[in-house]
């Protein structure tokens, strides 16, 4: 896709997503090694590009999902670099791993069972990490399974890195976050006693780097979201302006009704681009730095916007309308449209000309 | 991406698409083309394999909205189908439509008087389309645009079709589709009367067809959902099953406590796969035809659902949960999430494992 036949540009700031890591190892300290999160294409970025600029900046652990992630990180970055892989072993991609030396988060007896016999059967010691449940109930093993564990160790895993996952770290007055931590020192204590390999130990996301506490810390931390305060900015094309009479409506459903004689910009975005439908007449894009609010239904492809008070020049000077950017921050959009700045740029399409800025 | 290395399935029953536009073209009658619009890669479930599909069917129109989006349907098209694109002609992606016969639906005077200038410079009778506003305020020439057209023909232009969307035929009550439609027949009118060469109308997308008034019909309708109905399922895999005591709870924010001793599957599906986060402690998932419950927030690759009323033997032989299908509807999925199907699927991540059903 080139830029003309796009109807709305994404950028990405690669130097601010670098600087942004190397702020939160300034922050942690150099005991502590921060990861990058690089799950869903980099939280639909783009992992390769993003998994590249952040090893320029220093970078040597990584996390995805699913295996087939890690496997294009590893094909685009430099040996050296732990890819960790958190949905762990699905069955069958075992050869993924071996050959592309994923680590797998194992969470699941079955899981550990499973990879160790693998280990066993090739004669090898496996690379692996265990996560531990300690109050998310999502993924994990639980009290019960660390026992069983370290009660008939698997012989044939090198565990390098225990980790867990904060709840309720995006609100520091929690007291969940301090009961995870507990539980997860006491489980490591344990596993330390049982396992024959020493292991790292990891606890928090970007929201319990931002807890500001050392204590959660631990030896290494992954952020996701936290490397990409300001990096992200978002542009769409004005494909028409009109001006309309008092009383005319707008877009599916009629739900705006104009009450005085306006111009109205159609804009190149809509759901379809991931441009959230929650945002009709609530939202609002830029020209300028200033405003322009979202009239009527948003369209799959098409989101119209109030532009009454801009003249036909500044708007003929500005063809590209602000989506999410410095003036439209994407967590008050994400806000607005009812969601969060995560699932808004999950969801940002693939349909987008991208600008990848170093 | 391999079935082993997915979370997801989305599968696609080409036959029953074909069939629902089948069904369509005996609803509308012999008189009347049934088009299909694919843009946004047929709402993210892969316009390519869906033209094939539609075209063995006998549609011989297509819809996109963008230039891109037209020219990967003409390459894998046979010869001897009309594409047409939406957004008109982006400054300098004419080149696409010359080299790839597309037909641009042109909707502001501007659009219309560079086509037909490039007309002029080339001496080429170029192909197009006109986009008219009846009531969305969204694209289209008005009437004074049309005024205007009419008094000064665009000598270099071949327009062929003259469209125009309805704002609220999703509601059969609503006086407005019938406001359109009579505003829609005297523009043609006016049209019929100026242009040198005869065209054919449409008004009606899918809501149109399903308003069952043929009034609405014109020479060629453009249905988009409608195509789908039926023909969309999606399973996500079970990644672990755990068993929890009453007074725990689940996921980021702790937002649901269970109240007895419960069993929890976790399925390889988030928001980061289009999975709308505001499902949360709202929507459901079936295992075996019978419902399962989300709990607690949904994460970006994961989702948690309670299980307890599932014996463990049930859950082991259905190691797949149905996200959308015969007994998650897409509808009734999305009006849980406070959306519309549309958005929900073209939200659906390239993440999934596809599989095209002929």
Redesign the interface.
Known sequence: ??P????AFLTVDLKKIADNWKSLQFQVGDKTQVAAVL???A??LGAVEIAKALYQAGCRSFFT????EAVELRQNLPVGTQIYV???V????EP?FLKYDLIPVL??PRQVFDWNHLGHKENMILPAALHI?T??????L?EKDVQALCSKVPEYLNVSLVVSHL??A??PENV?SENQLNRFDSLCAKLRQALPRPFKESLSASDGVHLNDPRYYKDLVRPGIALYDGAISLEA?V??I?E?EAG???????TYEFTRTSR?A?L?IG????YP??LANKGYVCFNGRKAPVV?RI????T?VDVTDFSLQELQRTPMAEIIGAHCPIKEIAKLA???D??LL??L???FYRIYMD
């Open positions: 896709m080139t003309q036949q796009a109807g799950k869903t294409d939280y639909g999902a699913y295996s087939f958190l949905h762990g699905l069955p069958q991609t993924d969470s699941t449940d109050g998310m109930t999502r993924l994990g639980n709840a309720c995006d609100n969940k094309k494909l028409q009109q309309v005319r409506t707008v877009g599916y459903g009629a109205v159609t190149a759901y379809g681009d991931g439908r929650s009527g369209s799959m492809d098409l119209t009812g969601t969060i995560y699932e999950t969801n399409s693939k349909r």
